[in-house]
């Protein structure tokens, strides 16, 4: 399991070549990559907060349920901070397994649980000037599919 | 003493990040009723706590929790991750 | 949409890093790899034979359902055949969308449909000779998800 | 005339992988029996058609499908790819 936060790029080319790089005994990756989306064409940039010592603990737990839950080989976080511009990659999971439903649920899980559980706050800077992004109902009541 | 933390919105009306509180609140909800009292700005932080979630020492917990044994408490709104 | 069918080896971290690069009206990428898997290290090599043509259409027919189905900016599918090696990379798909769910849903249902409708046929070939790997039951079923 | 094509067991056990066939079959269920009654081999490949599936001209069918108007006919087991 690997788990970053920081607030530099990082190389999704060749994170996920490297993922599970030759690894014989997993038959499926899955990787999802959150980018800054600009809806309307007015996003100068967003702002990412966290709470540094808690977002490394929070993401390590999510992580370490998922493989409890899944037959992982491997999960990999990397979720950025700071300021990012549209088009910027914010985050990324992978997760590699025996099975592909294996690994297509982990990292669902695992998007479900960072959005709202791993302590990050999104600010979005336009020209009309800055606002805190609002949690969605949906994100949280996606959380429920996974409570057994 | 506490370390008391704010976030996000939390963090920009209440005007700081981080302070050290003397406290003698037995649990969260205490906590929330001294620090409002204070003044204006952290009475708007804190005017509607279904708004926030509370860390105590880096868990996510919730209002009704004891602070005995707690050492840092975190306020901030609902997460935006992922 | 991109629909590839080679005997070649491909790019993982080229293809992934290049596929929604940029883009700021995504927000959502999701990848699918394909590793060729030796379950109990007896697998010296896979053969995988299609039948050409029809593949290329398959696939694309697949696409296009997928895009009809959600809000996607873009498909990628990439699949090979001839032989290879445990731990070689036998496929992957890509799909971008505005909102996560979207491209999670169309990447499981894109391999949903490449396992049971894409005219591939796999043999297996280890120390105790050839075979043809089997279509699972569970493969068949897990299209009935998408039957509305 | 019509090509008719075999892919993987279905081509192991026919012993090729393409050929060209005359036949006044009116559906493919009536080209698997004329196949079938050709020798052993064929008979063999078509012994269970629950196995096998079916594509005309390059989409998938069935069985009972009409022949008319098709020129390719291709049999071969249930697909594995992914």
Redesign the interface.
């Known amino acids: 399991m690997r788990v970053v936060v920081q607030s530099e790029p990082f190389d999704l080319g060749a994170l996920t070549a490297g993922f599970a790089a030759g690894r014989s005994d997993m038959g499926a990756v899955v990787s999802f990559t959150g980018i800054v989306r600009d809806t309307d064409g007015r996003l100068d940039r967003m702002e990412i907060e966290h709470y540094p010592g808690m977002t490394e603990r929070a993401i390590a737990t999510i992580a370490e349920e998922a493989q409890a839950r899944w037959s992982l080989g491997d999960v990999l976080v990397i979720h950025r901070h700071g300021t990012l511009r549209p088009g910027e990659l914010i985050m990324m999971v992978a997760t590699c397994s025996p099975h592909r439903g294996d690994a297509f649920a982990a990292a669902e899980f695992l998007m479900d649980y960072l959005k709202s559980r791993a302590p990050f706050w999104k600010k979005e800077l336009t020209a009309d000037g800055a606002a805190w992004v609002a949690a969605k109902p949906e994100d949280e009541d996606a959380l429920s599919r996974w409570t057994r | 003493m506490l370390d008391v ?1 704010y ?3 939390v ?1 920009e009306r209440i005007g700081l990040p981080k302070e050290r509180v003397e406290t003698g609140a037995a649990t969260v909800a205490e906590l929330v009723a001294e620090l409002s009292a204070r003044d204006a700005r952290y009475a708007a932080a804190f005017a509607d706590i279904s708004a926030l979630r509370v ?1 105590l020492d ?3 917990s919730d209002f009704d929790a004891p602070l005995a044994g707690v050492r840092e408490v ?1 306020f ?7």
Do not use: D, N, S, Y
């Open positions: 933390l976030f996000a919105w963090r860390a880096q868990e996510l975190a901030f709104p609902p997460m935006t991750g992922g």
